[in-house]
């Protein structure tokens, strides 16, 4: 399963730090996203990473914001966010699949499209202006 964890209420310009935590597999062997969904809107994906390789990729939305990384030792996934806006709000979620850093890419472009092998609870995130 998967846990996220690290969500909070900050300041415009302010950051936060998103944990995915991982337990019964492994999260070198998956590819890992994280998605958001606010209030009304679709789900939409942000980031991932493929810890095998350290490919990463990241919506232009968060582009130069956001960092994507891995501890492997922890089996854990991170979301640091920088320079936080108010339009960042939303529920976080990391997920999981098998398959390789272009499939979980196609994944947070067209998130409903795609079956994930885990999928982890949310985490809210709530940026005030």
């Known amino acids: 399963q998967l846990q996220a964890s690290g969500g909070g209420l900050v300041q415009a310009g302010g950051s936060l730090r998103l944990s995915c935590a991982a337990s019964g597999f492994t999260v070198d062997d998956y590819a890992i996203g994280w998605f958001r969904q606010a209030p009304g809107k679709e789900r939409e994906g942000v980031s991932c990473?493929?810890?095998?390789?350290?490919?990463?990729y990241y919506k232009d939305s968060v582009m130069g914001r956001f960092t994507i990384s891995s501890d492997n030792a922890k089996n854990t996934v991170y979301l640091q966010m920088n320079s936080l806006k108010p339009e960042d709000t939303a529920a976080y979620y990391c997920a999981a699949l098998v398959g390789t850093i272009a499939t979980m890419t196609r994944a947070i472009m067209f998130p409903e499209l795609y079956e994930y092998d885990y999928w982890g609870q949310g985490t809210q995130v709530t940026v005030s202006s």
């Open positions: 990473i493929t810890s095998s390789d350290g490919s990463t």
